[in-house]
């Protein structure tokens, strides 16, 4: 039982680790390219505060980042 469980944190803990990290890479992605499309100027966010909202957001994030990289090549 005991190397089930942990099994499972490590699996759990590998997933959050995951979504961290590719969740903040792609909340800060999308907010620079189209903060700095809509401001005009370049937009710099901390990476910590993109990978506190990539916890939350990234199931939204990470699929709008791909389609922001697909736009990028039209814009």
Same mark, same amino acid.
């Given at each position: 039982?005991?190397?089930?469980?942990?099994?499972?944190?490590?699996?759990?803990?590998?997933?959050? %680790?995951?979504?961290? @990290?590719?969740?903040?890479?792609?909340?800060?992605?999308?907010?620079? $390219?189209?903060?700095?499309?809509?401001?005009?100027?370049?937009?710099? @966010?901390?990476?910590? %505060?993109? %990978?506190?909202?990539?916890?939350?957001?990234?199931?939204?994030?990470?699929?709008?980042?791909? @389609?922001?990289?697909? %736009?990028?090549? $039209?814009?």
């Amino acid at each position: 039982m005991k190397k089930l469980f942990g099994s499972l944190a490590g699996i759990i803990l590998f997933f959050l %680790v995951v979504n961290l @990290v590719f969740g903040g890479l792609a909340t800060e992605y999308v907010v620079e $390219f189209w903060g700095s499309r809509t401001k005009g100027q370049p937009v710099d @966010v901390p990476f910590g %505060v993109c %990978v506190i909202a990539g916890l939350f957001l990234g199931e939204l994030t990470i699929p709008l980042a791909i @389609v922001t990289w697909l %736009v990028s090549f $039209f814009l």
